[in-house]
């Protein structure tokens, strides 16, 4: 079972305080040197743009932010590593000033973990002394990027498969690394994966896990002579019954019904059946394909699970892992009802099929067009690499310091951030479809259901748009208070649910794979024009130079 002990002592391990960049460092001394580094200031993390060309994100990775911030603390070896690569002439006082730094002066409002979220619209608002908060930036980034982007991609999947399929993920030996391995696990399943091949993702995180067998394991067998021990006690607990001439008489009478030569079927393909079936009679799901699906594969599975099934056992299914999964489903299906009927077996009308080999998010929502019979369909490669777009390019800028709104400005507009603090509002329509995320000054009274107000999309410049909500939702909670976590840290399962219904809420013309409609995210009229203001003072310049 999952715990938070286990997921805290994850976190601990992966993220020590020392995993941000030497220049969080610099920075932090230069602030301290000039005594700056105990000023107020407030910090917000968002991305510019929704990822894979879709009109949604999913916020993920705030689990781990929170417990990476209530555990921050350097140790003497983090301190005298440190000391080591700054510069020689650093003062000795801003290492003990590092270990006693920890974030019991640090806040943190967020939107909740599996929280449908957009471009632009702040996920997480970080205040506290300048020089700890800007210390935080790093490692808040690396937690929330990948996890975002992984969950995210996964919950495109899910649309692409459709409600009835069962998603498996099984990525962990394509991803980047084993952090990057175990983390796509846990954000696939929140995401809409339903299983995964990863055991310390199950152990860890509470994640349903599956697998059976792999090809090497077909092939590694060549004779029926292997197969040991040879004989399999009947589910009600009778004598010991010779499984090996059980199956063989099945063959035959599978061989039989289906017209199919005997002398082409695979010896050993069988034999690993045999033996599988043996070790595992409750679970035996084989993969099929390691010579020829039609000719040896499926017959092998057909006696192996007829025999099964006379000993009173359930097999399960079959795996697919090349060729044309939907037309070679369709044939695999196709027999198993033959045989139900044949054979008085109903439960073979029932038995699984998955299918693998290199599934992206094009190739599923093509399989969902073409008929076929695939119950589980396991995804790799492309779901934990994010292979049509490797970043989520989440950015944390600083937007207040003593008080005062802070604003940076870029010849690429993109680029220039929203100065405050802020809140935000999602305004949605009477069917409780999101409208429009609100980004308003914290100081300003919340938008009010059925009163119409004035905002300025971003994005369209000085247009100015009129809108009457007819509900109103703040989107942030505070979720980490002087040194203590505030909020309940949700588990797998929690985030899961939280994210299903969230993207359920979203309209299907924001929703959908391809070509969604553009989500409209606003500025409030006060925020917008303290943006105005500033960019205009900015415009002016100052004459500092020439004062005395």
Known sequence: MATREGNEQSVLHRVPPLLTDLYQFTMAYAYWRARRHNEPAVFELFFRDNPFGGGFSLFAGLSDCLLFLQNFTFSDDDVEYLRSVLPADTDAAFFTYLKELDCSAVCVSAVPEGSVVFARVPLLEVSGPLAVVQLLETSLLCLVNYASLVCSNAARFRLAAGPRRRLMEMGLRRAQGPDGGLTASRYSYIGGFDLTSNALAGRQFGIPVAGTMAHSYVTSFSSLEEVWPQTLVPCGGAGPIDFICLVKGWLGRVCQLLGSKPNLIREGELAAFLSYAIAYPQNFLPVIDSYSVSRSGLLCFCSVALGLDELQYRPLGVRLDSGDLCRQSLEVRRVFKECSKHFSVPQFESLLIVGTNSISEQSLSELNKKDNEI?????????????????????????????????????????????????????????????????????????????????????????????????VASLRLEVFSRGKITFPLNSASESRERAQ??????????RRLQEPHNYTVALSERLHSLVSDITIGNGKGSNFLLSN
Not at 402 to 418: A, C, Q, V, W, Y
Not at 419 to 429: A, I, Q
Not at 501 to 510: N, T, Y
């Open 501 to 510: 219904i969230s993207l359920q809420s979203l309209h299907p013309h924001h």
């Open 375 to 471: 119950d589980v369909v396991g995804v790799g490669t492309h779901l934990v690499t994010c292979t049509r777009q490797p970043s989520l390019g989440c950015v944390y800028k600083l937007i207040e310091v003593r008080g005062r709104p802070r604003m940076k400005f870029s010849e690429d507009l993109e680029k220039s951030t929203l100065p405050g603090r802020k809140s935000v509002y999602r305004l949605l329509d009477t069917d409780a479809h999101p409208l429009m995320d609100l980004v308003c000054l914290s100081e300003e009274p919340a938008p009010k259901a059925g009163v119409a107000l004035n905002c300025f999309p971003l994005g369209l410049d000085k247009t100015v748009q009129s809108i009457t909500p007819a509900h």
